[in-house]
């Protein structure tokens, strides 16, 4: 890997493409600091510092996840501080929505055009959603115990309406520069522009959350804790890596003069498909609970379905936590594979392209066999995205870790997963500048 990063800065176009990259990423980290008008920046720190001595441990797990994707910046109700999550939840929005409205289906079909199109209502619908979110995490910050947890002092220096008009519109302009930031890294640069901005956001939180561990428990959890992070990065690579081949043959056929087909190709089925989607549905849905249990909440004694909620529901190191957690993961990662991959479809295009699986006839009979793979590795997906998911929760209750542990969840799988496609990229624009061909 450091190899080809080597090759790459040697090569005068590459080299400007990850300059480019690099400095995209560097106006990002930038932005995530700088503090939104109206938010006083040393109240702030005080209270980030009060919620982690208290532990931290009051946040919802929707926040949490919130402020992971941000990088921190959330939490300091930077400019930034809605990060890339409400360009996330547009997408997932626009891609569950492309099932149920025959328009998104038909403009899926399209090809280029219709991506346009698809990708220009995924930017509206983020700039909605930004106003939305930005609209909430204000209401949060006029109770900052809320927000950052333990007591802490209001981090507002004016809350007249102008300000509050102001300070939505300005995280809301950061989420549409954020998005422009993306498309520059995905056209000039190297790699998947918004997919380098979330790995940037939660490998900034890797280092804090590490030392935080070794202040606590010493020098000995801390090492074994990085052993521990090299096993569990190698064993997510290769699931990441895994995939199931389905051997496609297509039949000769004579068009004119000219004949096609007769060649033999794959149906990859990764074992992961549904990549972190599920984790973060599932995370999203937990946080409801807690968050309708905090407005019902009052001032005097909580109703008793309140209590139950916020003692086995807002917590992750509790068992019923963990229990809901694991069969929502899974859940979820059947309904998005089912969703993104119809195994109909797939039979009738196979069908229609003279193409058939060795041993399986054409159309339904096809259709059922690829249902019976999918289902199948689908259970193994399902069964590793929860053990994931569930190392940030055990490391709570073993080490005192946040639900935000860098060695498991959401952030290993989006961290090894878009540095394996990046690198990939680069390699193959190596190949393509430094082709040695057969003779040397």
């Known amino acids: 890997m450091f190899a080809a990063f080597v090759r790459a800065f040697r090569t005068p176009d590459l ?60 939490l300091q109700l930077s400019v930034f501080a809605l990060g890339i999550m409400p360009y996330i939840t547009a997408s997932i929005i626009v891609q569950l929505l ?49 927000l950052f947890g333990g007591s802490c002092e209001n981090i507002l220096t004016d809350s007249s309406s102008l300000t509050i008009v102001i300070m939505v519109l300005t995280m809301t302009a950061g989420t549409g520069l954020i998005m ?30 590490l030392w935080s561990i ?23 690579v290769y699931v990441e890596q895994s995939q199931r081949r389905i051997p496609v043959q297509y039949a000769k056929r004579m068009v004119g003069r000219r004949e096609y087909g007769g060649t033999s190709t794959y149906i990859p089925l990764k074992v992961n498909m549904a990549n972190v989607i599920p984790v973060i549905f599932a995370s999203s849905l937990l946080a409801l609970p807690g968050l ?22 807002q917590r992750g190191d509790k068992p019923i936590y963990m229990l809901v957690y694991v069969t929502l993961i899974v859940f979820f990662t059947f309904f998005y594979v089912s969703i993104t991959f119809n195994p109909t479809e797939v039979a009738d295009n196979m069908k229609k392209y ?9 159309g339904r009979p096809t259709a059922e066999y ?27 209750v073993a080490v005192g870790a946040n639900q935000n542990f860098p060695f498991g969840g959401t952030s290993i799988i989006i961290v090894v997963g878009v540095g394996l496609e990046t690198v990939k990229q680069i390699e193959a624009q190596l190949q393509q500048r430094h082709y040695e061909g057969f003779l040397r």
């Not at 422009?180 to 380098?196: I, Q, R």
Request: include cysteine.
């Open 98 to 146: 492309t099932v149920v409205i025959p328009k998104f289906e038909a403009l899926k079909e399209e090809g280029q055009a219709g991506q346009t199109k698809m990708t220009q209502y995924t930017r509206y619908l983020t700039i909605g959603l930004a106003v939305l979110q930005s609209s909430t995490l204000v209401t949060f910050a006029r109770n900052p115990s809320a």
């Open 292 to 313: 309708v249990a905090q407005f019902n909440a009052g001032s005097g004694e909580p109703p008793a379905w309140v209590a139950w909620v916020q003692e086995n529901l």
């Open 15 to 74: 080299r400007k493409k990850l300059l480019f990259t690099i400095g995209i990423l560097a106006l990002f980290r930038l932005g995530s600091h700088m503090p939104t008008p109206g938010v006083s920046y040393g109240l702030v720190q005080a209270c980030l510092a009060d919620g982690q001595k208290a532990g931290g441990s009051d946040q919802s797990g929707l926040l949490s996840l919130a402020n992971l994707f941000s990088g921190g910046a959330l």
């Open 370 to 396: 690829l249902n019976y793979v999918l289902t199948r590795i689908t259970v193994v997906g399902a069964i590793y995205l929860a053990l994931v998911s569930l190392i940030p929760l055990v490391a709570l």
């Open 214 to 236: 070794k202040e606590n428990k010493g020098w000995g959890t801390f090492l074994g804790i990085l052993l521990m992070g090299m096993f569990v990065i190698a064993a997510v």
């Open 354 to 362: 003279g193409g058939f699986i060795p041993g399986i006839r054409a």
């Open 180 to 209: 422009w930031f993306g498309e520059l890294v995905t056209d000039k640069g190297v790699g998947n522009g918004m997919s380098l901005l979330i790995f940037t956001s939660i490998a900034a939180g890797f280092p804090s959350s």
